[in-house]
Nanobody, 124 residues
Framework: QVQLAESGGGLVQAGGSLRLSCAVS????????MAWFRQAPGKEREYAAA????????NYADSVKGRFTISRDMAKSTVYLQMNSLKPEDTAVYYC?????????????????WGRGTQVAVSS
């Protein structure tokens, strides 16, 4: 089992920044990719960014590319999502997820473990 716990959400004005953290614990030996997804009210959960467990590669959805940065600190067993130039449309609950399968990493179905989420609200 892998446990994920997100933190760092909050209310911020448009153009501002937030850094989300995902504390990872448990049996992570078979984890190959970590990702952030988000879900706005009334919408489906959507992919935002992913990072390989080794940290060798990262990937971003077009909607956040150039504004968000995913990173991980293995010494602290934590994955981060630095969010800059935030827009009202970034408002959502942000979820951390872990998967063993590297394929189709932009889809929710391949992820084995999920955190409970942290709310991000961006005011205009």
């Amino acid at each position: 089992q892998v446990q994920l716990a997100e933190s760092g959400g909050g209310l911020v004005q448009a153009g501002g920044s937030l850094r989300l953290s995902c504390a990872v614990s448990g049996r992570t030996l078979s984890t190959n990719v970590m990702a952030w997804f988000r879900q706005a009210p009334g919408k489906e959960r959507e992919y935002a960014a992913a990072i390989s467990w080794s940290g060798v590669w990262t990937n971003y959805a077009d909607s956040v590319k150039g504004r968000f940065t995913i990173s991980r600190d293995m010494a602290k067993s934590t994955v981060y999502l630095q969010m800059n130039s935030l827009k009202p449309e970034d408002t959502a609950v942000y979820y951390c997820a872990a998967a063993r399968n590297l394929r189709l990493f932009t889809t929710t179905t391949v992820y084995d473990y999920w955190g409970r989420g942290t709310q991000v609200a961006v005011s205009s």
